[in-house]
């Protein structure tokens, strides 16, 4: 069974930053990509930052040149950088992997953090 761990929210004033770090475990062959999202209360989850394997990163619009995603394939683990918060980036922040379980069968497979608060106060 794959487990993401994610950590790093808080509470923190308009301008602070962040790092949020999501640690991936258990059995698997390959993870294809690695991306965090966020909800906010009231909102759909949103795409935050993307990083695939071997590929370049992608951004929302709302959070491109303040937010910085990375990856560590060895660890298996995605970070998420985030300066200049803003209270509109309030949100539960959710890590998610795009697995490949095994070699045999290059199915992929989505798996989901359990979220961590980010509250930014004005």
């Known amino acids: 069974q794959v487990q993401l761990v994610e950590s790093g929210g808080g509470l923190v004033q308009a301008g602070g930053s962040l790092r949020l770090s999501c640690a991936a475990s258990?059995?698997?062959?390959?993870?294809?990509?690695m991306a965090w999202y966020r909800q906010a209360p009231g909102r759909q989850r949103e795409l935050v930052a993307r990083i695939p394997r071997g590929g370049s990163t992608n951004y929302a619009d709302s959070v491109q040149g303040r937010f910085t995603i990375s990856g560590d394939n060895a660890e298996r683990t995605v970070y998420l950088q985030i300066n200049g918060l803003k209270p509109e980036d309030t949100a539960v922040y959710y890590c998610h992997a795009a697995v490949v379980l095994s070699a045999s069968s290059l199915r992929e497979f989505a798996y989901w953090g359990q979220g961590t608060q980010v509250t930014v106060s004005s």
């Open positions: 258990g059995n698997m062959f390959r993870i294809n990509a």
